[in-house]
């Protein structure tokens, strides 16, 4: 199993920048691609990022294509989301996820974390 731990959530103007973090432990040899998906209000899950742990390559939501970026510290086994111009539709819950395919859905992910709050302001 691998678990994982968001932090970095909170209360933002609009246009502001913010930085999640995902810091994962356990069987981590399992983990190729880390991602982020988010769930606003009354809305579904929906991808945002994801990143090749190993190689780089990235993915992106069209919505959060030049404002955010992913990256990972592997030596810390920690995922980013930095995010930045972050406008009201970005309120969420964001969740951070860990596999072995770089996917979009969620069921490319057997592993989850519980989420953090992020709140922009208008």
């Known amino acids: 199993q691998v678990q994982l731990v968001e932090s970095g959530g909170g209360l933002v103007q609009a246009g502001g920048s913010l930085r999640l973090s995902c810091a994962a432990s356990?069987?981590?040899?399992?983990?190729?691609?880390m991602a982020w998906f988010r769930q606003g209000p009354g809305k579904e899950r929906e991808f945002v990022a994801t990143?090749?742990?190993?190689?780089?390559?990235?993915v992106y939501a069209d919505s959060v294509r030049g404002r955010f970026t992913v990256s990972t510290d592997n030596a810390k086994n920690t995922a980013y989301l930095q995010m930045n111009s972050l406008k009201p539709e970005d309120t969420a819950v964001y969740f951070c996820?860990?596999?072995?395919?770089?996917?979009?859905?969620?069921?490319?992910?057997?592993?989850w974390g519980q989420g953090t709050q992020v709140t922009v302001s208008s």
């Open positions: 996820a860990a596999g072995q395919v770089l996917g979009v859905m969620n069921y490319d992910y057997p592993f």
């Open positions: 990143i090749n742990v190993s190689g780089g390559s990235t």
């Open positions: 356990g069987r981590t040899f399992n983990m190729y691609t």
